[in-house]
Structure formats: structure tokens, C-alpha cells
């Protein structure tokens, strides 16, 4: 029996990188799957579909721009995310947020503007008939 494949999506079950307390990286960090950060990034982190958590000990000096953000830990910098940015106790934000879905948990310090806009998938809309004026009444 053949079994069908799913696609591989940004599953946080399954780090394929993680970046430990003694870490330490200055510059611009890319990735393509889920990375796990518990130790210091300044510069940039970037990912057009992964995902970044950043643990409760983590400290980012830094933009962030990923698929989907899970925080716990320090951000100092933008994080824009396109599918959803959760942010849980006891994570300090300080910057902008931007995403289609934002959670932010009770005991979070964000200091910021949180931005949502819609997903970028487009969305099929049945057509709208044509409004035509009211017609008066004969008298």
C-alpha cells in the first residue's frame, strides 16, 4: 500500500538547529527549518518560511524575519513574521511586531506596536452582482 507524503512545513516538534547559552553570533543569520536560540544574536535573523524559537535565556540584539516567531526570551528589534509571532512569559519585546496572528501571553513585557494584516494567500471571493438604484414608484 503506498502511503502519501505530506509536505514538509515548520514543525516545531523537530529543531534542526540549536544554538546553546554559550553561543554568541554577530551578523546576519539564515536558516530554512525550525532553530531553537538560547544564547546571544545581534544583527539579523532571517527565514522566509522557518521558524525561530528563542528560549528564555536567549538576548537578540536583533531584526527578525522569519515564518513564524516563538519567543520566551530577550528581543530587542522588529520581528516580522509571516504566518504568526506567539509571544509567552516571561519574554521582554521591545520593538515592532508585525504578522497575520499574534498571541501574546499574561506576564509578557512588550513595548512596541503590533501590527496584523491579512495573509498574503490569496483569497477566493464568490463575484458580486452588479447594485443597481432603487426604482421610484409610479404615482
Not at 503506498?2 to 546576519?28: H, M, N, Q, V
Amino acid at each position: 500500500m503506498k502511503k502519501d507524503k505530506k509536505p514538509a512545513t515548520s514543525d516545531t516538534s523537530t529543531i534542526s538547529t540549536l544554538l546553546g547559552r554559550d553561543t554568541e553570533i554577530e551578523g546576519t543569520f539564515t536558516f530554512n527549518e525550525t532553530i531553537r536560540v538560547d544564547g546571544r544574536i545581534k544583527g539579523k535573523l532571517v527565514s522566509a518560511k522557518g521558524t525561530v524559537i528563542i528560549g528564555e535565556n536567549a538576548a537578540i540584539e536583533a531584526d527578525v524575519q522569519v515564518g513564524v516567531a516563538i519567543i520566551r526570551g530577550k528581543v530587542n528589534g522588529r520581528v516580522e513574521a509571516a504566518q504568526r509571532i506567539e509571544i509567552y512569559a516571561p519574554a521582554q519585546v521591545n520593538g515592532d511586531i508585525s504578522a497575520p496572528t499574534v498571541t501574546i501571553d499574561s506576564g509578557v513585557v512588550f513595548n512596541g506596536k503590533c501590527e496584523m494584516h491579512k495573509d498574503t494567500k490569496p483569497v477566493a471571493t464568490a463575484p458580486q452582482p452588479p447594485q443597481t438604484a432603487p426604482e421610484k414608484a409610479a404615482s
